[in-house]
Nanobody
Framework: QVQLVESGGGLAQAGGSLRLSCAAS????????MGWFRQAPGTEHEREFV??????????YYADSVKGRFTISRDNAKNTVYLQMNSLKSEDTAVYYC????????????????????WGQGTQVTVSS
């Protein structure tokens, strides 16, 4: 069992930056693929993939919409995954969720929310233009 708690959300201006953190409790954090997803206003049943990182951090994936602006990283010693968000745009406004997956084995699975087993409660990011 893994509990995930996101932090770092808030209000930012377009062009600004925010850094999200996701702290995990429980065992074997280093064996989970970690992902960030987001849910924009008016899309209550759709979680959009943002970024994901492999167990040891050597492989990362990004949605095209955030590539070059966002960076995912992890510190297994601290049981924490991060999402550095730069050059924020109004369309980045959403609730951001951290997720952990124990059986994400293939590259095609990293962006699929159904492949993740545990989810945080989400943190709101609002970007004003």
């Amino acid at each position: 069992q893994v509990q995930l708690v996101e932090s770092g959300g808030g209000l930012a201006q377009a062009g600004g930056s925010l850094r999200l953190s996701c702290a995990a409790s429980g065992q074997n954090f280093g064996t989970y693929v970690m992902g960030w997803f987001r849910q924009a206003p008016g899309t209550e049943h759709e979680r959009e993939f943002v970024a994901a990182i492999s167990w040891r951090g050597g492989i990362t994936y990004y949605a095209d919409s955030v590539k070059g602006r966002f960076t995912i990283s992890r510190d297994n010693a601290k049981n924490t995954v991060y999402l550095q968000m730069n050059s924020l745009k109004s369309e980045d406004t959403a609730v951001y969720y951290c997720a952990a997956g124990a059986k994400v084995f293939y590259s095609r699975d990293y962006s699929v929310d159904g492949k993740y087993d545990y989810w945080g409660q989400g943190t709101q990011v609002t970007v004003s233009s």
